[in-house]
């Protein structure tokens, strides 16, 4: 590592453990690499999955001071109502916190702070005036998620909202990355769009990477067989793509193949995912392990709506030799040869019919898998992201 024996301070709007998300997995691997040469402090939220003694403690062995911060879901709910109108975006005004700021303010009167990294564009109020270097770590442009997102809503009061967030959070980003010195996101559409918010900014990409030891094809190879979809089941786009799994693609699937199962695999259901299991549509909940899912189907269904970022998911399945179909959207940032590393489509009945090919052409299934599985290799490994991410540091730094 280029850049060694600094005191950085790291926040964000998810604690980095347990690792559930694609967020936090990137959080978790970018601390573990900052921690070698380094002194972290992380101060994060602590929200949707409890952040338990034994968390903390990993962390802590990994050479990382972590303090969550419990976010009273009900108290953010009536902050963003009450100080957007008047004040920042919806999802900056969420995390509003006096805790959250006295700790802050606690680590820096304690310590030297010689950089700060903000993940995600919530918590940036926080840290924007520090004085030191700051590296906004954005991830996706969000004025850009919302308007993509609100356009293809079919509900007139979350269309409403999502339209305003976006012209809020368009003003916000252009102002916000004047504070930072350095500004990455995951897409080449990403970082042109928040580019063209502020055309003076630094911005750069830093994509994501799989755990390539975790996420392979099975020791023994196999036959594969059947659809999969992963994805955590409380999101509102991976919703949008099970439906339309189950509208408008599965049907014309089983037309040809009417004993081809559908399995749904991911955490926190609702209770409408219990309702649509049947002989064709399996579900399968907060699974300890989703790698076994990955490794024995032959398809990884993926036909993603709207939205910004990169999709963790996507790449590893692809990872695990699972041939993609997806759109163009769901492999924005992945950059994969469709074709030769997975599929791109928007028709649904093109995704069908490519589904229908891979699930009766075993060939084609482990030639595709290979092919997926050496790109990753080749573009997502984690060490080729900790590359990129120690010379960014590097050159802003110095």
């Known amino acids: 590592?280029?850049?060694?024996?600094?005191?950085?301070?790291?926040?964000?709007?998810?604690?980095?453990?347990?690792?559930?998300?694609?967020?936090?997995?990137?959080?978790?691997?970018?601390?573990?690499?900052?921690?070698?040469?380094?002194?972290?402090?992380?101060?994060?939220?602590?929200?949707?999955?409890?952040?338990?003694?034994?968390?903390?403690?990993?962390?802590?062995?990994?050479?990382?001071?972590?303090?969550?911060?419990?976010?009273?879901?009900?108290?953010a709910l009536i902050n963003a109502a009450l100080h957007s109108p008047f004040g920042n975006p919806l999802e900056i005004e969420f995390f509003r916190n006096k805790l959250f700021k006295e700790i802050i303010k606690d680590i820096i009167r304690k310590n030297r702070?010689?950089?700060?990294?903000?993940?995600?564009?919530?918590?940036?109020?926080?840290?924007?005036?520090?004085?030191?270097?700051?590296?906004?770590?954005?991830?996706?442009?969000?004025?850009?998620?919302?308007?993509?997102?609100?356009?293809?809503?079919?509900?007139?009061?979350?269309?409403?909202?999502?339209?305003?967030?976006?012209?809020?959070?368009?003003?916000?980003?252009?102002?916000?990355?004047?504070?930072?010195?350095?500004?990455?996101?995951?897409?080449?559409?990403?970082?042109?769009?928040?580019?063209?918010?502020?055309?003076?900014?630094?911005?750069?990409i830093l994509s994501n990477g799989v755990d390539t030891e975790k996420f392979k094809p099975p020791d023994i190879p196999k036959k594969r067989n059947e659809l999969v979809f992963v994805g955590k089941l409380d999101v509102w786009v991976n919703n949008l793509m099970i439906e339309r799994i189950i509208t408008k693609i599965l049907p014309q699937i089983l037309k040809v193949l009417p004993d081809t199962v559908f399995h749904i695999v991911g955490a926190n259901p609702q209770k409408k995912h219990f309702k649509i299991h049947n002989k064709n549509i399996a579900l399968h909940d907060n699974v300890p392990n989703i790698v076994p899912y990955l490794q024995d189907t032959s398809v990884f269904l993926h036909p993603h709506i709207g939205g910004s970022g990169i999709q963790n998911k996507l790449m590893e399945a692809m990872s695990c030799g699972c041939p993609v179909i997806t759109t163009n959207s769901g492999a924005r940032g992945i950059n994969f040869t469709d074709g030769h590393d997975g599929f791109i489509f928007e028709d649904d009945a093109e995704i069908a019919r490519q589904a229908i090919e891979l699930l009766t052409n075993e060939n084609l299934v482990h030639k595709i898998g290979m092919n997926a599985r050496n790109f990753i290799l080749r573009e997502h490994s984690w060490e080729k992201i900790y590359k990129t991410l120690d010379t960014l540091l590097e050159e802003l730094i110095k």
Do not use: W
């Open 1 to 75: 590592m280029s850049v060694k024996g600094k005191n950085i301070l790291f926040t964000s709007a998810h604690f980095p453990y347990p690792l559930i998300g694609g967020d936090r997995i990137k959080q978790y691997h970018i601390l573990k690499h900052l921690a070698k040469d380094n002194n972290v402090f992380v101060v994060a939220f602590n929200r949707k999955y409890p952040v338990k003694r034994e968390d903390i403690k990993h962390l802590f062995d990994l050479g990382i001071n972590s303090y969550p911060v419990d976010l009273s879901i009900p108290k």
């Open 113 to 204: 702070i010689d950089l700060v990294i903000n993940y995600f564009l919530r918590t940036t109020e926080y840290v924007k005036k520090i004085k030191c270097k700051k590296y906004l770590m954005a991830e996706d442009c969000r004025s850009y998620y919302q308007k993509r997102t609100y356009r293809v809503s079919n509900n007139l009061m979350e269309k409403i909202i999502r339209f305003y967030e976006s012209i809020k959070l368009r003003k916000y980003e252009s102002d916000i990355t004047r504070y930072f010195d350095l500004t990455t996101l995951v897409s080449e559409e990403d970082r042109d769009e928040m580019q063209r918010l502020n055309p003076s900014a630094n911005i750069n």
